[in-house]
């Protein structure tokens, strides 16, 4: 990516930037998410660990995973975009990347938020073998075909895109769940999962983004409407949409979460070929504000509904967008203005390759219970010997599984794998 720095006597040079600070941010929060997904359900863990319930009005480290991703996704489209555009793509073709893209997570969210509902005499697999097959599939489906490599080697990556196309599809037509009312049903939209609302935060905020070329007063402006639009939600306001609000929460979805990702992209913009933040010390205080005042908006409004990740509140979604860009503020100073990379080192892979680290925790699982199931045993004892235990015990072992999916990423992404959707 080109950007301008600014020295105090240089003028603007164009220099290639990549920054650190958000790879490491981004590995950072998914590695937090695989350590407090795997320390869920345990006993004796502090609260600071655990998601707070929908009538506590209050939020948890756990609770700001998920704005992490939807902030980190928000820095990452006007970076993404801008690199489009300067390999000369423009209007529909980046309108159409953003779809695709979409419509890859919102397959994917719905994908694997259909776990719980599995019936293996319905299907006619067990489900370790579905999912752990349907990921494999993922894995051949998006892998990243490097640009190095040769004719020969490009049409086999193809062809095995191929085959792994039509495995997802048929492993799709077979799939059967069931419900609690006992029905039988194919793949059901249920509430998106993760990958499902960031797919939709996602394409409403990069579609804001390019109507209003990378605006930021109408971005900071778009974040307040968003706002709104959750608050009017809660009391009646979008009811007219009757399905529509059914089918997808349009309050939630495109009001409060896509405002975390908006406020990401205000970030994202200062870091953009031409930006006039530049000089380090503009983009620290550039930060710093932004930060302050999310999370000053979030407190302020917080008698309205108060803070709760599970009704999505306007001032959560505000105090947590704030806090995400605090944080990437000081990983920004660290790794990018003080150059202390190695800080990060081991933690970058994971931030380069997040599909990979974010879908390894459920392959690693599904692989565990095929085995167990071969050789007639409990293989999670082998993985959990203290998932009963909990508290510290617990902890260690969820902080060693966590150590196994980083592990997994690294040696993997230097093999080459690299999943892009």
């Given at each position: 990516?080109?950007?301008?720095?600014?020295?105090?006597?240089s003028g603007l040079v164009p220099v290639?930037?990549?920054?650190?600070?958000?790879?490491?941010?981004?590995?950072?929060?998914?590695?937090?998410?695989?350590?407090?997904?795997?320390?869920?359900?345990?006993?004796?863990?502090?609260?600071?660990?655990?998601?707070?319930?929908?009538?506590?009005?209050?939020?948890?480290?756990?609770?700001?995973?998920?704005?992490?991703?939807?902030?980190?996704?928000?820095?990452?489209?006007?970076?993404?975009?801008?690199?489009?555009?300067?390999?000369?793509?423009?209007?529909?073709?980046?309108?159409?990347?953003?779809?695709?893209?979409?419509?890859?997570?919102?397959?994917?969210?719905?994908?694997?938020?259909?776990?719980?509902?599995?019936?293996?005499?319905?299907?006619?697999?067990?489900?370790?073998?579905?999912?752990?097959?349907?990921?494999?599939?993922?894995?051949?489906?998006?892998?990243?075909?490097?640009?190095?490599?040769?004719?020969?080697?490009?049409?086999?990556?193809?062809?095995?895109?191929?085959?792994?196309?039509?495995?997802?599809?048929?492993?799709?037509?077979?799939?059967?769940?069931?419900?609690?009312?006992?029905?039988?049903?194919?793949?059901?939209?249920?509430?998106?999962?993760?990958?499902?609302?960031?797919?939709?935060?996602?394409?409403?905020?990069?579609?804001?983004?390019?109507?209003?070329?990378?605006?930021?007063?109408?971005?900071?402006?778009?974040?307040?409407?968003?706002?709104?639009?959750?608050?009017?939600?809660?009391?009646?306001?979008?009811d007219f949409l009757g399905p529509v609000?059914?089918?997808?929460?349009?309050?939630?979805?495109?009001?409060?979460?896509?405002?975390?990702?908006?406020?990401?992209?205000?970030?994202?913009?200062?870091?953009?070929?031409?930006?006039?933040?530049?000089?380090?010390?503009?983009?620290?205080?550039?930060?710093?504000?932004?930060?302050?005042?999310?999370?000053?908006?979030?407190?302020?409004?917080?008698?309205?509904?108060?803070?709760?990740?599970?009704?999505?509140?306007?001032?959560?979604?505000?105090?947590?967008?704030?806090?995400?860009?605090?944080?990437?503020?000081?990983?920004?100073?660290?790794?990018?203005?003080?150059?202390?990379?190695?800080?990060?080192?081991?933690?970058?892979?994971?931030?380069?390759?997040?599909?990979?680290?974010?879908?390894?925790?459920?392959?690693?699982?599904?692989?565990?219970?095929?085995?167990?199931?071969?050789?007639?045993?409990?293989?999670?004892?082998?993985?959990?010997?203290?998932?009963?235990?909990?508290?510290?015990?617990?902890?260690?072992?969820?902080?060693?599984?966590?150590?196994?999916?980083?592990?997994?990423?690294?040696?993997?992404?230097?093999?080459?794998?690299?999943?892009?959707?």
């Open positions: 990516m080109t950007t301008t720095s600014a020295g105090p006597t290639k930037e990549r920054l650190t600070s958000l790879d490491a941010f981004r590995g950072f929060d998914i590695l937090t998410m695989v350590f407090v997904n795997y320390i869920a359900g345990m006993t004796a863990i502090p609260f600071i660990l655990r998601h707070a319930t929908a009538d506590q009005d209050v939020f948890t480290l756990t609770d700001v995973v998920f704005p992490g991703f939807l902030f980190i996704v928000g820095v990452s489209i006007p970076l993404a975009l801008a690199k489009r555009r300067a390999e000369g793509r423009a209007g529909l073709a980046l309108v159409s990347h953003v779809l695709v893209r979409t419509l890859a997570l919102l397959f994917l969210g719905v994908l694997l938020v259909n776990e719980d509902r599995f019936s293996a005499t319905a299907t006619g697999l067990s489900k370790d073998l579905w999912y752990f097959l349907a990921t494999l599939a993922v894995f051949g489906l998006w892998a990243v075909v490097p640009k190095e490599a040769s004719a020969k080697k490009r049409r086999f990556l193809l062809g095995l895109k191929i085959i792994a196309a039509v495995a997802l599809l048929v492993l799709v037509i077979i799939f059967r769940g069931q419900g609690e009312d006992g029905r039988v049903t194919m793949l059901q939209t249920s509430w998106w999962g993760i990958l499902g609302m960031i797919g939709w935060c996602y394409m409403a905020a990069s579609l804001l983004f390019l109507a209003c070329r990378g605006n930021r007063t109408v971005l900071a402006g778009a974040v307040g409407v968003m706002t709104a639009l959750y608050i009017g939600g809660r009391h009646g306001a979008l609000n059914d089918f997808i929460n349009v309050g939630s979805l495109f009001g409060s979460h896509a405002a975390i990702v908006t406020a990401g992209m205000l970030a994202g913009t200062i870091f953009l070929p031409g930006s006039d933040v530049t000089a380090p010390r503009l983009r620290i205080r550039f930060l710093a504000v932004l930060g302050g005042a999310l999370v000053l908006a979030g407190y302020v409004l917080r008698p309205l509904h108060g803070f709760s990740k599970i009704n999505g509140t306007e001032s959560y979604a505000l105090a947590t967008a704030g806090l995400c860009c605090l944080v990437f503020l000081l990983f920004y100073v660290v790794l990018d203005v003080y150059k202390g990379k190695k800080a990060a080192a081991a933690i970058i892979p994971a931030g380069k390759n997040p599909l990979l680290a974010y879908l390894l925790p459920g392959l690693i699982g599904n692989a565990a219970g095929l085995l167990g199931t071969l050789v007639h045993a409990n293989i999670d004892r082998v993985f959990w010997p203290f998932y009963g235990t909990g508290g510290i015990a617990g902890m260690l072992n969820a902080a060693v599984m966590t150590g196994v999916v980083l592990l997994l990423t690294t040696v993997l992404s230097r093999a080459g794998l690299r999943l892009k959707l």
